[in-house]
């Protein structure tokens, strides 16, 4: 079975059969992304997301200082995007490059309503995934501004472990908002 349709299928209470999945998917551009090339720069507008069936991605800005903040990882059958340009049609603050090759499936938000519509199935679906990405976002900024450096990474670690294998250091350092030696000191705790 297709990555995406058995990630579809897991969320939703209405399955999509195999016949229906190839007219869903004909909905998607399959595209590679090849290492440190862009998904989405800073300036442009989102007009896709990427569903990711192989590699890694990290979307970050950067600050008046020319430093990077990474504020969100990507792996397989996860969404990659901006969703405020994509929903808002703004210029993107982000950056969205790929850490290792990627082959992604894309698909424009004409298309998502598309879907949605015809598509019971996807519409449940992507209901559960804002609720999950809400979800996630609370914690993650709660995490933020009450856990120390050891707790962030404690936490941060028990909930995604297979992003301690799939990314260097200093980009999971950036993504919690320490340093590369403070995380290098908290790895030894």
């Given at each position: 079975?297709?990555?995406?349709?058995?990630?579809?299928?897991?969320?939703?209470?209405?399955?999509?059969?195999?016949?229906?999945?190839e007219?869903?998917?004909?909905?998607?551009?399959?595209?590679?992304?090849g290492?440190?090339?862009?998904?989405?720069?800073?300036?442009e507008?989102?007009?896709?997301?990427?569903?990711?069936?192989?590699?890694?991605?990290?979307?970050?800005?950067?600050?008046?200082?020319?430093?990077?903040?990474?504020?969100?990882?990507?792996?397989e059958?996860?969404?990659?995007?901006?969703?405020?340009?994509?929903?808002?049609?703004t210029?993107?603050?982000?950056n969205?490059?790929?850490?290792?090759d990627?082959?992604?499936?894309?698909?424009?938000?004409?298309?998502?309503?598309?879907?949605?519509?015809?598509?019971?199935?996807?519409?449940?679906?992507?209901?559960?995934?804002?609720?999950?990405n809400?979800?996630?976002t609370?914690?993650?900024?709660?995490?933020?501004?009450?856990?120390?450096?050891?707790?962030?990474?404690?936490?941060?670690?028990?909930?995604?472990?297979y992003?301690?294998?799939?990314?260097?250091?200093?980009?999971?350092?950036?993504?919690?908002?320490?340093?590369?030696?403070?995380?290098?000191?908290?790895?030894?705790?």
């Amino acid at each position: 079975m297709h990555p995406l349709h058995s990630y579809i299928n897991e969320y939703a209470s209405t399955l999509i059969s195999e016949e229906d999945f190839e007219f869903f998917l004909s909905h998607f551009i399959p595209k590679r992304i090849g290492k440190k090339r862009y998904l989405l720069e800073h300036g442009e507008v989102c007009k896709y997301f990427a569903f990711i069936l192989k590699g890694t991605m990290r979307k970050y800005y950067i600050d008046e200082k020319g430093a990077e903040h990474v504020v969100d990882l990507y792996i397989e059958n996860w969404w990659a995007g901006d969703r405020e340009s994509f929903s808002m049609f703004t210029p993107t603050i982000y950056n969205i490059d790929a850490c290792a090759d990627c082959d992604v499936l894309l698909v424009s938000r004409e298309n998502i309503l598309k879907l949605c519509k015809g598509f019971p199935a996807f519409n449940e679906f992507i209901l559960k995934l804002d609720e999950r990405n809400h979800i996630a976002t609370q914690k993650r900024i709660t995490s933020t501004i009450s856990l120390s450096a050891e707790k962030r990474y404690i936490d941060f670690a028990t909930r995604h472990p297979y992003f301690l294998e799939r990314f260097p250091q200093h980009i999971i350092a950036s993504y919690l908002g320490i340093t590369k030696d403070t995380l290098s000191r908290v790895r030894k705790k």
